[in-house]
């Protein structure tokens, strides 16, 4: 379980983040949304630490932080382990072939061996429908092949929660419906996962928790049906500029 | 001619092989060593406690002094105060080594920036996503930010590797037989310094056309990964 308490984040001066606090399920989907600038990807970023707001306690499992003191390079490195992420641009390692993208953070962060890893990785290969591209580079592959292998990366880390950052937004729409499709298959498979998106179809398919960011604060925490359903002011605002 | 080009050519081919490579390779392994640690101290900003981090703000300063001194004055008076100046104050190399120890401090000075930009040029995304797996700053650094900056460091490190290939012939004015000076006194001695001066002209640029060859095979070895789809 994630328990984020009273976190702020400033870039110069301005709050990316105000006084957040979130609770997030085990074994849940997570789903944030908010417009453009809102304060979605620093939210997410923070939970795998690659942001540290400023002041505010953070929860995961049995790991606790406390943003207003010194957090320990081990204490960072072990909740990176628990949250792998998956990037809107993919960012795969473009100098190391497909597999070796997938194993690089089992055998060298987890310290698996490499046949292991790579059985493992194979394995995710097959997931995401890519079993045969293991013997190339990233930028031989699509936008969609590119993030269906990201999601292998992550996944290949076995993290407790898995964080994607609009992990679709780059893609063309035949394409985004390949890469959500995997993700609905993760979801059914009850992993923890924390998806920022703006494909409203998907929120609406998978979501067991809506996480509505707007203005770096949190205007909305419930369930889909709660959101989609009966929404309030704002979301009603938003749910509507979002339809054609 | 031809017997000046004959009976010439054993000389300097042995102070070639003596002098001129040795001081190169040596001098650009040790250099580039130095540049790999100068950019890295220049770059980073470890995280820690404040003793730590003053230390390490310290340590920059001196990186970027020694950037500064060496791409800012001549080499030929770099060779000038190490070979002829330090001994007055007690510090005494021979020659060889005293060329060493300049070139490669030059040469480190060089490639540290050429180092710097290239890490630098890599995608910031390189760093989030290998972070946010877990690696360590060193895993994120030696397997995914290296093997990428190195391509793109290839060029400007052969030139500067070619440099110092020619810049040794300084080491002539500190004593150090090495090509150059082994043709200017053979042009001493039989009067026909513009075909000395010209043959040994023709024996820098087999070298330099050598390493040119080289860097051509190391870009392409290190470029595979950028073949384009359907190419
Ligand atoms: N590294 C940074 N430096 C300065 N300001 C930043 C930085 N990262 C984010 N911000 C600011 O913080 C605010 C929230 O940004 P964030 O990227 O979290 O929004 P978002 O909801 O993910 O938006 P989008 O939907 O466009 O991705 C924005 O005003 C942004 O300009
Ligand atoms: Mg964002």
């Known amino acids: ?244 | 001619m031809w017997d000046t080009i004959v009976s010439s050519t054993p000389q300097i081919v042995q102070a070639g092989l003596e002098f001129t490579i040795p001081l190169s390779i040596i001098s650009f392994a040790l250099g580039f060593i130095i540049s790999i640690f100068t950019a890295m101290i220049r770059i980073s900003n470890p995280k820690g406690n404040i003793v730590f981090k003053l230390l390490w703000r310290f340590l920059k300063l001196i990186a970027d002094f020694y950037v500064w001194l060496f791409r800012s004055t001549p080499e030929l008076v770099q060779l000038f105060i190490v070979f002829f100046g330090l001994p007055n104050i007690g510090i005494q190399f021979p020659a060889f080594t005293a060329g060493i120890v300049v070139f490669s401090l030059n040469t480190g000075a060089y490639c540290s920036e050429s180092i710097r930009s290239a890490i630098q040029s890599i995608p910031e995304g390189q760093w989030e996503a290998a972070s946010s797996i877990g690696m360590k700053y060193w895993q994120v650094m030696s397997l995914i930010i290296f093997p990428q900056a190195i391509r793109v460091a290839l060029p400007p490190l052969s030139n500067s590797f070619i440099s110092l290939v020619k810049d040794t012939s300084l080491a002539s004015s500190i004593t150090i037989t090495e090509m150059f000076m082994v043709s200017q006194q053979i042009a001493a001695k039989n009067y026909e310094p513009l075909l000395m001066y010209s043959i040994v002209a023709v024996y820098y640029a087999v070298i330099c056309t050598l390493l040119t060859w080289l860097q051509h095979y190391l870009e392409k070895r290190t470029s595979r990964y950028l073949i384009n789809r359907g190419a």
Not at chain 1, 9 to 14: A, H, N, S, V
Request: glycine letters at 6%.
């Open chain 1, 1 to 244: 379980m994630i328990k984020l308490e009273h976190i702020n984040k400033q870039f110069k001066g301005k709050y990316a983040l105000k006084d957040i606090n979130l609770s997030i399920n085990k074994n849940e989907t997570t789903v944030i949304l908010g417009p453009s600038g809102a304060g979605k990807s620093t939210l997410l970023r923070t939970l795998n630490l690659l942001e540290q707001p400023q002041s505010g306690l953070y929860q995961i499992d049995d790991q606790s932080v406390d943003f207003s003191k010194y957090i320990s390079q081990n204490q960072i490195l072990t909740i990176r382990r628990m949250t792998a992420m998956v990037f809107q641009s993919w960012n795969l390692f473009p100098h190391l072939k497909i597999l070796q993208n997938i194993t690089e953070g089992p055998i060298h962060v987890l310290k698996q061996s490499k046949s292991k890893a790579q059985e493992n990785a194979r394995h995710l290969l097959k997931l995401v429908g890519l079993p045969d591209v293991e013997g190339m580079y990233p930028n031989q592959l699509s936008g969609g092949q590119q993030q269906r292998i990201s999601i292998c990366r992550a996944l290949a880390m076995d993290p407790k929660y898995t964080l994607f950052d609009e992990p679709t937004s780059a893609l063309d729409p035949e394409i985004e419906a390949q890469v959500l499709r995997i993700l609905l298959k993760l979801a059914a498979q009850k992993r923890s996962m924390i998806v920022v998106t703006h494909n409203m179809e998907f929120a609406k398919k998978v979501a067991d928790q809506i996480v509505f960011v707007e203005n770096g604060q949190i205007e909305f925490t419930g369930s889909r049906e709660e959101f989609f359903d009966e929404p309030s002011g704002r979301i009603h605002d938003f749910l509507t500029a979002m339809e054609l």
